[in-house]
């Protein structure tokens, strides 16, 4: 164990790595998607989702907008990029009438 072992990456983890891999491991985890769509999002806005158990897009699908974005750490600005993530899989939000 050495101390030079210690890395910090650019987000600001501190992590130990033996090798020289600048890959951060608190990164790879945040990054490693069950379903694309969580990792386009802020942390907060991905908790957000899964606090509520939404972990796909299929599930997302079912919710309006207007639920989405009253969620806890939901901000509009991931509003677009859930909607194109829908879009992509051919789904969009529940719609309200
Ligand atoms: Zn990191």
Known sequence: ????????????HQYVKKSDCPTCPI???ERKPSNGFL??????ARRALEH????????LSS???KEILALHG???A????LRNA???QGLSFKQIK
């Open 1 to 12: 164990m050495s101390a030079s072992n210690l890395k910090i990456c650019s987000k600001g």
């Open 27 to 29: 990164c790879e985890q």
């Open 39 to 44: 990792s386009l999002l802020s942390a907060p």
């Open 52 to 59: 509520q158990g939404i972990t796909t897009l299929q599930q």
């Open 63 to 65: 919710y309006s907008e």
């Open 74 to 76: 939901m901000g509009p």
């Open 78 to 81: 991931s509003m677009p990029k």
């Open 86 to 88: 829908l879009q992509e």
